[in-house]
């Protein structure tokens, strides 16, 4: 379960070393668990990360600890060895186009986007920046378990320009989602604010399975913070597969099923519009199949 503590180092802690003082102060925390939270990445001593299990704490400096899914997934071991068989157990992802400016990659299901206060290690930027030699600035983000198209810039220059077009909702990102039940009409555009703030997602059917589910194109006119998987809830039609919105449908989808699949912008380089597509991958391809074959049994 992710859980996120703070709290201050009083007398009784002062002098001891992080990993003592973690142990002693969040419950079910052993000393052991502490040392690999804090090799992640997934403690804080007054805002600043800090990996040293070792480090002395002092009184009054305030310690904060994010444990969840990234101490869940890591290897129950710290130092470089472990954490390169984290790396090891990851999905793999795959390079669409790279050039000077930026770098445009199919993330896979599984794999985080950028760093979390839960850990900096084993995420798609960091993997890219080990790949690359160099810098690597997040322009925006998927959820770990959607997959699809994502653009990386690398240069601050570029990370500014393509920045603002996400800004403006420049940007073109179209989703394929499989949705539960029949989903009404052929198209529908959904205005419905997220987070106090203006989201629009339009809607095109691609295919149905009888009452059981819809294939949707999904084209973000804003992008909000799971707008597509919270537009789809507020129809009645949630995401299958959606890890915070389970529901029963048969045959069972591998994992939450949506997938960017249309990514296009102005390019920071030579200003030309670039589009870049991506097919649905083996294991929501492979369900598709699946979900046609209970729909229409005899072909």
Request: charged content about 25%; proline content about 6%.
């Amino acid at each position: 379960m992710n859980r996120s503590t703070t709290f201050p180092i009083t007398d009784a802690e002062a002098g001891l070393r992080l990993d003592q003082a973690l142990a002693a102060r969040i419950p079910g925390l052993s000393r052991r668990q502490a040392r690999v939270l804090l090799d992640i990445g997934g403690v804080f001593v007054n805002g600043r990360r800090v990996k040293m299990a070792g480090r002395t704490v002092r009184l009054g400096e305030r310690i904060e600890a994010h444990i969840g899914g990234a101490l869940e997934r890591a290897t129950k071991e710290v130092g470089h060895a472990a954490r390169a068989r984290d790396a090891a157990s990851l999905p793999q992802f795959g390079v669409v186009h790279e050039d000077n400016e930026l770098i445009v990659v199919d993330k896979p299901a599984g794999l985080l986007t950028a760093p979390t206060p839960e850990s900096d290690r084993n995420n798609l930027a960091d993997l890219l920046m080990q790949r690359c030699g160099g810098s690597i600035f997040v322009v925006h983000r998927i959820d770990l378990q959607t997959s699809g198209l994502l653009v990386f810039a690398k240069t601050a220059a570029a990370n500014r320009f393509l920045a603002e077009q996400f800004r403006t909702h420049s940007v073109d990102r179209a989703y394929f989602a499989i949705v539960a039940g029949e989903f009404p009409g052929d198209r529908h555009t959904l205005s419905l604010p997220l987070h106090n703030r203006r989201a629009v997602t339009h809607f095109e059917v691609v295919e149905r399975f009888g009452d059981r589910a819809t294939l949707l194109r999904c084209r973000l006119e804003t992008g909000r913070t799971h707008q597509i998987r919270l537009h789809c809830l507020h129809l009645g039609h949630p995401v299958c597969g959606d890890p915070d919105h389970r529901m029963s449908i048969s045959p069972r989808p591998p994992r939450m099923a949506l997938h960017a699949v249309e990514l296009g912008f102005i390019h920071p380089g030579n200003h030309e519009r670039t589009v870049f597509n991506s097919a649905l991958p083996p294991d929501l391809s492979a369900w598709l199949l699946q979900l046609r074959a209970a729909h229409r049994p005899e072909l």
